[in-house]
């Protein structure tokens, strides 16, 4: 009898304890929808951070297993990107920096007679321009500055450059090319040489053939002219105005002859060859051409007349040895003075140079 009063207790006692935590947790749940009726909106915001969580989460983990699957491809892609962002920064300071154009040099190159180097690449024919009945008719070429790094490029490397170069398939190289005149020579008329009729600068044409590298002293820069007519005013005139953009400088040109370490000066190798005429100045300036940059200088132009005076010896030499256009009986023809010069040379006696030079 006790014991079964016993368990009576017993289990009416474990009912009750059921009995509360359920009426708990009703109350626990009644308690929170009366919660989020109350405060709809914050509920909401849990609901929209924990989303935005997620997305974020994802796409991490995406962009995580895109990387981890294409490891060798990213590492590639960015050692890449380094090196073509250097190659453009390096290839942007001044060790790769080169003339694309005339118009591009600054003008105190022109009053320092400052020199760049280059190779020679092509010969250009020009008009020529009436001196008084005589007809002067430029050396004109056209050379590729060099970088102070191009410099370093053999004849190989320079052709493969530019059979390589995109300008190469569209014909613009011109563009790229400086147009320089040869300073203090001029393109002589058609002559015999040695039994077959020369061609103008065939000889230079050549040069320019292999690709020779040179150094061009800059003495001047001409421009081209556009003439118009002006308003009519009280009479009619023209005006000129340079244009910018045809240019041409004229230089002192040395290169290295047959591989020699040392260059030599080019008009005087012309000159001394026979196969140019010296000009009536340091340059020849066509018609609707004006100078534009050039020097002043006292002592600049006492280097120009020393230098006119090398070439007339040079010539005098040349017409010596009957050279080059000097083996042409025309030529010899129309330049009696120097001829007569070298013969009085060679068949005078001492009483008639010295009796010369005493009357002066």
Known sequence: MTAENGGDESSSTSTSTELNSAAKNISGASQTSRDIKEHPSTTADASRNESWRQVVGRGMHYVSDVINENILAARYATIASVILLSAYGVASTPLFYRFKAVKDIPSSYFFHRRTIHGRLVQVVNERGTDKGGDVEKPLLCLVRHLSPAGRFLSRSAFELFMKTHPAAGEGRFDDDLLRIEIAAVREPPQYMSLGYAERPGEWLRRLADQKA????????????????????????????????????????????????????????????????????????????????????????????????????????????????????????????????????????????????????
């Open 213 to 360: 590298p040179v150094a061009c002293k800059l003495l001047s820069r001409q421009a081209r002219i556009d003439r118009a007519p002006k308003r009519q005013t009280s009479a009619l005139a023209e005006f000129n105005r340079p244009a910018s953009e045809e240019q041409t400088a004229v230089c002192q040109i040395r290169y290295r002859a047959g591989g020699s370490f040392f260059r030599v000066d080019l008009a005087e190798s012309l000159v001394r060859q026979g196969r140019v005429e010296i000009s009536s100045g340091m340059f020849v300036t066509p018609e609707d051409w004006t100078v534009v940059d050039t020097s002043d200088r006292v002592e600049d132009l006492k280097k120009d007349i020393k230098y006119m005076n090398r070439l007339e010896r040079a010539e005098y030499e040349a017409a010596k040895e009957s050279v080059g256009r000097w083996a042409d009986p025309m030529v010899r023809e129309s330049r009696q003075d120097l001829v007569k010069e070298i013969e009085f040379e060679e068949e005078a006696n001492i009483f008639q140079k010295v009796w010369r030079w005493f009357r002066g």
